[in-house]
């Protein structure tokens, strides 16, 4: 059990997993979780806080709450966060505030990549990737499952090529097929795989990284960060030294987590709205519907607790957005990203 009675609650839901950070008054790390979200965000939270308050007991306090992710106004309507911020902001803070000369920000995640430029500490590009699984965790995983190898010694055996070969890494399944071509013809395991990070690789710069203005220290972070193939294929093609940040794999929730420390603190009251360490047995429901009210037939989602609406989201013009989630505005999507960075 953790012998520090408050911190502040970062958490990063994502598509493939849901991480969790405990921040210390100290500003470090006491805790971290990487749990898989199986598509079930809503169970995985409730199931991530009591893994919490097993670690840090029941008279520890949660001073703040701040969620990212691709669910993060689900997990802000149900945590009760202070704030609520995109991935791009989230990663910027967690990376500034580890080395403040961070200038280049990799991300590879399980389903999407983004690259972000920061100049003086302050977003100034970024990109994403949400189209195409190529070059992303969960294509790295079947094709590590497809070889029948862990996943864990995919790198490690990537750096064994002595002749890399060359795939194409722009699709998945030309990429799937050139493999198993270069498989048939003979060619080794090792050479296969780093060919197979180049492409990757080659892939992200010139979708994702294009026409970006790349300077060092460069910054590695998401689950691809521990793949050591990935690693050097990105030193190969950059000639810049790659950083891998202690927590690579959370820093989306360790980004979230100073920023709810930042709101709570311009508070006059330093009070946080998290609704407690018993939300794990807290009876949760969600439910959807299309709304007819006109032509744009706008699915909305709705979480109950108890039979009270908690939130709504997904509406267009707010007819069903009367509760909402602090620091998010009704519609607010990835589309929205520039102009939330700018207000952030």
Sequence with gaps: MLVDDKYFLGVDV??????????????????????????RPMHIIQEGIKLLRSKIGKSAQIMGVGATGSARQLAAT????????????????????????????LEIGGQDSKIIILRDGVVSDFAMNTVCAAGTGSFLDQQASRLGIKIEEFGPLALEAKNPVRIAGRCSVFAESDMIHKQQLGHSLPDILAGLCQAMVRNYLNNVGKNKDIRGPIFFQGGVAANPGICKAFEDELSQPIIVPKNYDVMGALGAAYLAQEKVASRPDCRTQFRGLNLGETQFQAKSFDCTGCANRCEVVEITQDGESLARWGDRCGKWSAVGVAGIAPGTSEVNLKEEQQGA
Excluded at 14 to 39: C, F, I, P, W
Excluded at 78 to 105: F, M, Y
């Design 78 to 105: 149900l945590l009760g966060a202070d704030v609520v911020k995109n991935e791009i902001t989230a990663h910027a803070v967690a990376a500034s505030r580890v080395n403040p000369e961070v200038q280049t920000i």
């Design 14 to 39: 994502g598509s493939v997993s849901t991480n969790m950070v405990l921040l210390g008054q100290d500003n470090t790390v006491k805790e971290a979780l990487y749990l898989r979200t199986q598509g």
